[in-house]
């Protein structure tokens, strides 16, 4: 399991749909706010993507699940770490 979460921490795909995911956020937060697209979006990066890439061929059920779980720990991770340094440009810039 923590073989899965490494290998989710770095993979450059997923770092690339949070990143995106976060600069889109920030472009609509005056409509929709920014936790609940941020959650909603985590969430959803962790189930596309072991439904759609290499681990979609474990046939097995629970091996897909713990993949989405470890998913939806990685990619809040990932996204603390994007919020956090963009909270720390925006106190250094004021």
């Known amino acids: 399991m923590l073989e899965t979460l490494v290998s989710q921490l770095l993979d450059p795909f997923r770092i690339g749909l949070i990143v ?3 600069l889109t956020a920030l472009r609509t937060r005056a409509a929709m706010g920014l936790a609940s697209p941020l959650a909603l ?3 959803f990066v962790a189930v596309l993507l072991p439904l ?3 681990a979609s061929t474990a046939t097995d059920n629970a091996a897909k699940l713990t993949a989405m779980a470890c998913g939806i720990v990685s990619n809040a991770i990932i996204l603390g770490c994007f919020v956090s340094a963009w909270a720390v440009w925006t106190r250094v810039r004021q």
């Open 41 to 43: 979006g985590v969430i």
């Open 20 to 22: 995106f995911l976060f």
């Open 52 to 54: 759609t890439t290499g």
